[in-house]
Structure formats: structure tokens, C-alpha cells
């Protein structure tokens, strides 16, 4: 059984840091993509960074700069390196990896980011 764990989140000041982690357990066939999505309150889910199985990133604009995706070769982990949080990066975290036909998604892990 395929699960996702989301860990790191937490209360930070406008300027600092986090750093997120999300922990594969099981397998996923043909693992294509890993994703980090975030959905503040009273907003749709958004798509935040990606990291394709070639190692291939992607960005939102409004973090492109101050997030960074990483992940290991073995594909079990994925993590988001935020730096110069904003107070409207408040959200909770997700994860998701995905195939060509599942999507995986983490439980979330909440970053409040006080002003």
C-alpha cells in the first residue's frame, strides 16, 4: 500500500526558512513526477514546484527564487527548501507523486508564516 508522509511544517516569520519532507512507503510503478502543492483558506489547491523522474524543476512564479525541489535518486523522498517566507505562503502542504494514471497525495502539513 502506497503512502505519503508530509513532515516540517510548522509557525516561521516573514524572512525565515522551512523545510519540508515527504516519505515514500510502498512502490509506485513508473514514477514520473513528484509534486509539492499548498492550499491557503478559501482558496483552490495550487501547484507550487515540481521534480520530474529526469530531475527536471518547475515553479510557480510566486515562489520561484526562494523554494527549491529536491529529491533522491531512489525516488522514495521528495523536499522543499523554502527561504524568504511571506506571510501569504500560509498554507497547508502537500505532496503528491504521480504516474501516468495515479496521483499519491500526502495528509499536508501546515506552514503558518506570521507577519
Known amino acids: 500500500q502506497v503512502r505519503l508522509v508530509e513532515s516540517g511544517g510548522g509557525l516561521v516569520q516573514s524572512g525565515g526558512s522551512l523545510r519540508l519532507s515527504c516519505v515514500l512507503s510502498?512502490?509506485?510503478?513508473?514514477?514520473?513526477?513528484r509534486r509539492w502543492y499548498r492550499q491557503a483558506p478559501g482558496k483552490q489547491r495550487e501547484m507550487v514546484a515540481l521534480i520530474s523522474s529526469d530531475g527536471w524543476s518547475d515553479y510557480a512564479d510566486s515562489v520561484r527564487g526562494r523554494f527549491t525541489i529536491s529529491g533522491d535518486n531512489a525516488d522514495d523522498r521528495v523536499v522543499l527548501q523554502m527561504d524568504r517566507l511571506k506571510p501569504e505562503d500560509t498554507a497547508v502542504y502537500y505532496c503528491?507523486?504521480?504516474?501516468?494514471?495515479?496521483?499519491?497525495w500526502g495528509q499536508g502539513t501546515q506552514v503558518t508564516v506570521s507577519s
Open positions: 510502498g512502490t509506485i510503478f513508473d514514477l514520473r513526477v
Open positions: 503528491n507523486f504521480a504516474n501516468r494514471s495515479v496521483d499519491y
